[in-house]
């Protein structure tokens, strides 16, 4: 599906695709560099653009200071799946709302 056709599904701004796009944060091809995006919409995706969170989902900053790290680095382990994360519409406000759990590492904890 296109770009423009995913944000009509996800009620998002394209812009916000491309942004997910660039990031890594969502996954999408292009048949040849430079050719338009082609994002597959499926279940998990719409999940994540839902307005609705459960609970354990928190703010970028709260995620932030539970973890002790940066909001680069929250956004890296989003990419990585290590968190889970939505972006949701509450109002006119929009944003991502991170799933922080009691286990995750934090700055200075070592990895296995």
């Known amino acids: ?14 812009s916000t695709l491309h942004r997910w796009l660039n990031a890594g944060m969502i996954p999408g091809e292009q048949l040849t560099p430079g050719a338009p995006w ?8 719409i999940a994540r653009f ?6 354990g989902f928190v703010t970028m900053r709260e995620a932030m200071g539970r973890l002790g790290v940066s909001r680069q680095t929250v956004l890296q382990r989003v990419k990585c799946g290590e ?3 939505v ?22 904890e070592q990895t296995s």
């Open 1 to 14: 599906m296109t770009i423009k056709k995913a944000a009509e599904v996800l009620a998002v701004a394209p």
């Open 38 to 45: 082609r994002i597959r919409v499926t279940d998990d995706l």
């Open 50 to 55: 839902s307005g609705k969170v459960d609970d």
């Open 83 to 85: 968190i889970e994360a």
């Open 87 to 108: 972006h949701v519409t509450k109002g006119r406000q929009k944003g991502l709302r991170v799933k922080v759990i009691d286990h995750q590492r934090g700055l200075f």
